[in-house]
């Protein structure tokens, strides 16, 4: 397309800025707000373009609306625009969670705070399955009609359930071998139906590049870290980890920071993961209140930077090379196997958080989120803040708090 004006890096600071402010309900919101600036307000970008960019960064580990918000910028003016628009985009929300932070895991903080906290994390696993549950139908279809394929779906689904319940650090591994796997069979079932025109897998013989996610299981299994060297490694696995939304790295963060380093208690995590939801911008926000909690406000800083370090990269590094990437039948596949994986994983990232309730009126507060997310279809952020303030009633009656 043909640019037929500079946007200056001031505006692009200013517009991203603001979607980064205005952006909550997550990634559905940041696109919505993207695509009415970039293309219906500004005519900055064709909407080809943009429904491009929103693919291709869904081939990607990490945060996906931040990857577009980069891509976007990028694409108006080259690296200084992802930049400075990726900085902007992400900036607002890492000040309000670290703020927050700082009121919800202080050392005594007020009643209303704990009851405001305990409500909110009560209602966290609910929204882990609204969010699988809203990614099944676009999953299911894009697997086919074919009776393998979908048995197939279901067994990627019920290994990423099982390894976000059972194996922590270990889930990535899972969701890479559901890729690998359905890589493998669609090659033989292609095999098996050529017609001796080609190959049989569309390319022509070519050895397909590795996908994306194929060079990382060596990740979850580093130890020995302490102090910033640990969150920056535990930061570095949400980042460069986090398949189909942030949800799914909640297994792995929550190993990390509450099991294996101690930072916070299940409770505490429960609060951060629901910091990480009210407020505008990414999910992968979350990993701020962990740095938060392991090291202060320079921990949350640090934490935020190298989480986000990977979506630069992949943007700044392979953007020219995306429209090859998305066409690359094994790339393909290889999505189609992690992507139920990944839906599983984020179904089952909800029961060890459940499990970490401590109060039977959570579990109160808990069925109704379920009703008002799942069974009603309503918003994240306002079932979010509803069960926070049944929270704060809830020990004004006298209840305790987590």
Known sequence: MERTERVGLGTIAAQWGRIGL????????????LRRLCVEQRGWLEPDEFEDGIAAT????????????VLTAWRLRGTPGALVGGFCFIAPGLVLILALSALFLAGHPPLWVLGAAAGAGAAVPAVAAQAATSLIPGSFTRAGRERRARVRWAGYALAGAVAAILT?????????TAGLAEIAARARSRARTRDGDGDGDGTGGRRAPLPPAAVLPVLPVAGGLA??????????????????????????????AVH???????????????????????VV????????AAAGVGGGLLAAAVAFAPSFLFVLL??????????????????????????????????PLAAALG???????????????????????????????????????????A
């Open 359 to 401: 109060r039977g009126w959570q579990w109160g507060v808990l069925a109704g989120a379920l009703l008002w997310l799942v069974a009603a279809r309503r918003g994240v952020v306002l079932t979010l803040l509803a069960a926070g303030g049944a929270g704060v009633l809830a020990v004004l009656a006298g209840l305790p708090p």
């Open 318 to 351: 392979g953007a020219r090379h995306f429209d090859r990437l998305r066409a690359d039948r094994r790339v393909q596949d290889f999505l189609t196997g992690a992507g139920p994986a990944v839906i599983g994983a984020i179904a089952g990232s909800a029961v």
């Open 58 to 69: 869904n081939l990607l580990p990490g945060p996906a609306s931040t990857q577009l918000a």
């Open 285 to 292: 926000h979350t990993v701020a209140a962990v740095g938060y």
């Open 227 to 256: 102090g910033l060297g640990a969150v920056a490694w535990v930061a570095f696995k949400v980042g460069a980890l986090s398949y189909g939304g942030g949800f799914v790295i909640i297994p792995l963060m929550q190993d990390d």
């Open 22 to 33: 205005l952006g909550f309900g997550g990634p559905p919101a940041h696109i919505l707000l």
């Open 168 to 176: 922590g650090p270990w889930l990535v591994l899972v969701l890479v």
């Open 260 to 282: 294996r380093y101690h930072w916070m208690t299940d409770g505490q995590f429960l609060n951060a993961v629901a910091l990480g939801q009210v407020t505008p911008g990414p």
